[in-house]
Each structure stands twice: as C-alpha cells, then as structure tokens.
C-alpha cells in the first residue's frame, strides 16, 4: 500500500495519485516499513556527506506527524494543483455584484494566476473597509481539493499576526464557487513593471522580517516569489500566498510540489537535503534576482541557477548569490542572517540625502491689493530606520480668490486640508514601498479633500459663493519630488543653462497662447489675462495636473503664484536665482522684482535648491 504523506489515506500500490486528496504519489520518497527489513538508505555524492539525508517517510513518522499540534490535527491539502480541464469559460464578476450579502464589488484587479481573479470589494455595512477577493476558478474537476487548500491557507492565516503578512478576512463558497477575502493589496507586478535596487532590496528586507516571524512560529512558505507579495494602498509590504506553507513537523512529504524558476533543489527533488527555513531563502533570492535581471523564469529550468545580472551592484549580486547556493548550507542559515546582510545596502541606497538642502520662502501683499490672499506651507521631516536616513519634504503655495477676505479663507483652507492628508498619508513611508500611482493617487485625494472643504464652507457662509483657490504643491521623497498644480501657480525647474515650466497654467490665456491666438508677450497686456478654467472652488470634483523630477546636484525648485510671473519673465526668473547667494535672498529679490514691474497682485515664492553633498539645511 502507498500511504500518502498529506492525508493518511492508503492507496493501491501501482497508484500515481492520492485517491482521497489527489497528492502526486510519483514525486515523494516513501515506503512501508516492514520490520524485518533494514531502511534503504539515500547514496549521496562526497559533497554532500556532511548534509542531512532527506529521512524515508514510514507510517510511524506519518503518525506522529499527524498527531502534532493545534489547527495541523486535521489533514493537510495537496501541495500540487489539480490539473485543469476542459471547460466552459468562466465569466468575471461584474462591477457592484454582491457576495455573501457582505461584499461590493467595485474592481478587478490584474491576476497574476490563471487559477483565481482577483477582486477589489467594499464592505457594505463600513464603506470605508476595502477587502481583496480571491475567486478560485477551473474547478471543474478539483473542487473538493481546491476548497481543502483554501481552508487551509484560511486557516493558518488566522494563527499569524505579523504587519508584512496579509491578513485574513473571510473564506466562503457561494453558487458553487470558492472565495477567500484578506485585507486589499495589489500584486507586487502590477504595481512596479521595473523596480529600482532600492524597491528590490526593501521589498526583500520585509519578507526576511515577515519569515523570521514564520520561523519563530516554526512554519515554512515554500512559495516565496513576487506573485505572492502585495502591496496595500499605503505601500505596506505583505507576504501571501499560503498554500503551500507548512509547519516543519510536515514537511517531510512536501518535495515534488515546486514553482519552476523558483523553489530550490531540495523542494525540487533534485537533491537529499531537507526542506526547511533556508528553503524559503533561496526562493526570496530567486525572486530577488528576477525582478532585478527581468529574466523569464519559465527559461530557467526547474530549480534557478544564480549567474551574474548586468548593471547591478557586485554587493546586490554577492547577497543574491548567497542565497541561491545550491549547497544549502552555504545559504543565509536564517532569514534573520538574510536581512542582516541586506541592512548596509538599505542604508545606502536610501541614500543618507545625497543633496545639501537650503529652502527660501516668502510672501507680498503687493501694490495694488489691500490684503494678501496667499498662503504657503513648507515642511521637511528625516527619518532613519536602522542607520538608514529618509528626507521628506512638502511645499505648498496657494493662490486664494473670491474678493471679501473670501479668497484668503480658500488659500488657507486649501494649505490645512492639502498638507494635514499628505502629512498623514504619506510622511514616515518607510517600511512601505510607494509606487507612483500611490503617490499621485495620495494627492489627487488631498486636492478632492480640500475641494470638499471648499464646498462645505460655502454652503455654511452664502456670503463666500465664488470663492476659490489655486494650488501648487511639491512633495520631496528622497531624491526625487512630485509636482503637482491646479489653476495658474507655477512649478519652475532651473538649471545652471536654463528654466523650464512644470506645470502648463489652466487659464484661457494659456490655451489661446497653446492653440496660436495670442503670443507670449500679448498674453502679457491681455484684458482677460486673470481668467483661468480650472481652480479648487468645491463645484465639482477637480483633478491636478501631476508631474515628477528625478532630481540632481544643482537643481532648484520654484513654486510661485502668478504674482510673480504676471510681473517678471521667465529669464529674468532664472537669472534672479542663479545669481542669488542663497534661495531666501532669491526670494527676496524675485518679489522686489515683481513689485519694481508694478505689483498688480499678491506675490509668493518658494524655492528649493539642490546642492553637491548630502548634509540638511533649513
């Protein structure tokens, strides 16, 4: 009789197949053990002498191992998949169904498997919990195996607390289909298409965080690779993908079930070593070397063979290495040794700023206004996590209008809104990786925010109707900034051979001087030059135009309300700067400059200047 290692069911001796459960009986080394005969032992190579013999699997072992522990008391599901069959295509679930009386749906999220789709939902009774949905498909044949493996990911997730592994929500089936609901993260793929070093080496420095804690809980993933880590809406890092994830105690029958391209030798079969801890850090460090090299691991055979990646540091490639030794035990021993190895390249590609910093500001009510209906904000905050230093930075000028004091409230409205949600949402982001949809989509929510602000304060002071705001916004995360604008304050980029416009001004003249009506200067002396199209004035819901730097030595950053370049053209903008001692002096001259031309409006200015270094400066 063939006993099977995952679920005790005695099988027919010419079985391929578990006939209970399905387990691949073909790829497990097993035998009955009779006690009149000696065990046959496994021949190894010299090499491999010192290394511990994958054990023979006899039924007295396959007991104790069932009798071990806690939520393990009931059997295991297969560690393979049913193979799929034939059958009717399934159609997705549409926008706004509802399962279980529970859940909306209200997106469908890229998969990176063709057995399940991927869901985002929203809880009916709290419309502000998002959950993802995990809807298993091609089950024509494997239902009863499908629904035992998602049980037992379900419940293992429910032992485990740790903030880089998803959390469990739910598992229910519904009109003979199975769903599993955890807390909502994206696939890592979906979210960055090229990762940099630095994503690549955080992501990692979390999974080794989030395996130390499975080892401590003596549990093993087995199926590490970037399908299986998502990324919530803040850019918090996440380990799922727990099918395959066993406690030690059961991970003698395992060899066999293997990701090609990224299990290691010993879950492969390929070699006698047991499979353990540092099974899962040569996953992490396959799945590291793919997402670096953007080699296809379908190429790379059934267990990955690490080889040099090009344009990567030799550091970067000596860790990865590491952790694809064939040798076990020449691998990080634990995923604890793993991040420890990590932590130095953390540090430095989070860079430590690589830019002196010096920031100016300031602002005027100008000639002809009796009141300043500016504002502006400035704030710079560094983080250090574990010898690793992070700058953040947010700058912030609004423009208000409305007349009666009103065009002053927006601005100031606007300022408190934008940088209270951006302050919240986004500083203190380490540990998380912010792709640039996470970032744009943080501050379209801030700009939505204070238009709703806009609009409530309205409705509660009549007397305010027409009042409105214009904003442009810079947010400095490490060495590169994000701008963002609505209305017609400008973001300027100058350099030491010129300036250029980040930002293109919603106003009529700007769309006539687009489409070839008027030119430049005659824009200048126009009646209806004040005029813009677009403003945060809480009539409708309005989107920022976005836009970012990849910032080097010498840069500068301008952000300006129209004030100032209603009054002063562009090249003298740069000049005033680039012959500026420090940017407060820039700032100083540029609204004396703006003043001398006749100062028609209010006049405020930011400027943020880059040096060569990688000292802070207020």
Do not use: W
Not at 187 to 213: G, H, N, W
Not at 234 to 259: P, Q, Y
Not at 416 to 436: I, P
């Amino acid at each position: 009789m063939k006993i099977c290692p995952v679920c005790n069911f005695e099988n027919p001796e010419d079985n391929s197949y578990c006939d209970e459960c399905g387990f691949d009986l073909s790829k497990i080394v097993i035998s009955s053990v009779d006690s009149n005969k000696e065990r046959e032992e496994i021949s190894t190579s010299d090499n491999d002498k010192d290394t511990d013999k994958f054990p023979i699997i006899t039924e007295d072992m396959i007991k104790q191992n069932s009798e071990s522990a806690d939520y393990r008391t009931r059997k295991l599901p297969p560690l393979t998949e049913p193979p799929l069959e034939e059958e009717e295509i399934q159609q997705p679930k549409k926008i706004k169904d509802i399962l279980k009386k529970r859940y909306k749906i209200i997106e469908q999220i890229t998969s990176p498997s063709p057995s399940f789709e991927l869901y985002k939902a929203q809880e009916l009774k709290q419309a502000d919990n998002f959950y993802l949905i995990r809807r298993y498909i091609n089950l024509k044949e494997g239902f009863e195996q499908k629904k035992h493996s998602s049980f037992h990911e379900f419940e293992m997730l429910q032992t485990l607390e740790h903030p880089n592994i998803i959390r469990v929500i739910d598992h229910f089936e519904e009109d003979d289909e199975l769903y599993l609901v955890t807390e909502f993260g994206i696939p890592f793929p979906s979210q960055f298409d090229k990762p940099t070093s630095k994503q690549v080496i955080d992501l990692s420095f979390r999974i080794c965080k989030a395996l130390e804690y499975l080892y401590q809980k003596a549990i093993v993933h087995l199926d590490i690779r970037e399908q299986n880590i998502l990324i919530g809406e803040e850019g918090e890092i996440k380990l799922a993908g727990f099918t395959r994830a066993r406690h030690l105690s059961e991970t003698m029958g395992v060899k066999g079930a293997f990701t090609e391209g990224y299990s290691p030798p010993e879950l492969c079969g390929l070699n006698p070593s047991p499979v353990d801890h540092r099974s899962d850090t040569f996953s992490l460090g396959a799945t590291m070397y793919y997402l670096l090299s953007n080699d296809d691991p379908s190429l790379q055979g059934i267990s990955p063979i690490f080889s040099t990646i090009s344009g990567i540091s030799p550091e970067i490639q000596g860790i990865i290495a590491k952790a694809m030794a064939q040798d076990m035990t020449r691998r990080y021993q634990t995923a604890g040794e793993f991040k420890e190895a990590l932590l130095p390249l953390l540090a430095k590609l989070r860079m430590n700023f690589p830019f002196t910093l010096n920031i100016g500001r300031g602002s005027d009510v100008g000639k002809r206004r009796k009141i300043n209906e500016d504002s502006l904000f400035t704030l710079e905050l560094s983080s250090a996590e574990q010898s690793a230093i992070y700058l953040q930075g947010l700058y912030l000028v609004a423009d208000g209008m409305g007349g009666e004091s009103a065009g002053e409230v927006a601005s100031s409205l606007v300022i408190r809104d934008v940088s209270e949600y951006l302050r919240s949402n986004l500083f203190f982001s380490e540990g998380k990786l912010l792709s640039d949809e996470i970032v744009k989509d943080k501050i379209r929510e801030a700009i939505h925010r204070a238009n709703q602000s806009i609009s409530s304060y309205v409705s509660d002071h009549p007397e305010a109707k027409g009042m409105g705001s214009t904003i442009v916004l810079a947010l400095l995360l490490g060495d590169t900034i994000y701008i963002a604008h609505v209305g017609d304050s400008r973001a300027y980029l100058i350099k030491e051979d010129g300036i250029e416009r980040l930002t293109v001004d919603h106003s009529l003249m700007a769309r006539l001087i687009s489409i070839g009506q008027v030119t430049e200067e005659e824009a200048r002396s126009h009646n209806r030059r004040g005029e813009i199209y677009k403003a945060i004035s809480g009539k409708s819901d309005v989107e920022p135009d976005l836009n970012k730097v990849k910032l080097e030595a010498g840069d500068q950053i301008l952000l300006c309300s129209d004030g100032l370049n209603s009054m002063v053209r562009d090249e003298e903008i740069k000049e005033i700067i680039l012959t500026s001692l420090d940017p407060q002096e820039a700032c100083e001259k540029l609204i004396a400059a703006a003043n001398r031309e006749g100062g028609e409006d209010n006049i405020t200015t930011v400027l943020l200047r880059f040096g060569i270094g990688g000292v802070n400066e207020g």
